[in-house]
């Protein structure tokens, strides 16, 4: 398993508070890369600017993130460009909501 796919399996654990479904499925991940095997870059969103968790969710995915072997640092970037739709969701993700 890459690094990329094994820091996806740990953000897969991270859940949105206000909906039942984790925040890759719910496409808030926009791009994920790992430098020289021990550095991570995440650009990232959330569902609303002033999302209650603004705070919190970009560092508990950059924790997240730090829980793979070898990942010493990440540097995450939280973007509001593209601004998040429904439409990033996947379909795993609709069908849990139901939409």
């Given at each position: 398993?890459?690094k990329?796919?094994?820091?996806?399996?740990?953000?897969?654990?991270i859940?949105?508070?206000?909906l039942?479904?984790?925040?890759?499925?719910?496409?808030l991940i926009y791009d994920?890369?790992?430098?020289n095997?021990?550095?991570?870059?995440?650009?990232m969103t959330l569902?609303?600017?002033n999302?209650?968790?603004?705070?919190?969710?970009?560092?508990?995915?950059k924790?997240?993130?730090?829980?793979?072997e070898g990942i010493?640092?990440?540097?995450l970037?939280?973007?509001w460009d593209?601004?998040?739709?429904?439409?990033?969701?996947s379909?795993?993700a609709?069908l849990?909501?139901?939409?």
């Amino acid at each position: 398993m890459s690094k990329k796919e094994q820091i996806i399996k740990e953000i897969r654990k991270i859940y949105d508070p206000e909906l039942p479904v984790n925040i890759y499925e719910l496409g808030l991940i926009y791009d994920i890369q790992v430098e020289n095997e021990k550095s991570a870059k995440i650009k990232m969103t959330l569902t609303t600017p002033n999302c209650p968790v603004a705070e919190s969710l970009p560092k508990e995915v950059k924790e997240g993130a730090m829980q793979v072997e070898g990942i010493e640092e990440v540097d995450l970037e939280l973007v509001w460009d593209p601004p998040w739709t429904k439409d990033m969701m996947s379909e795993s993700a609709k069908l849990e909501l139901n939409l």
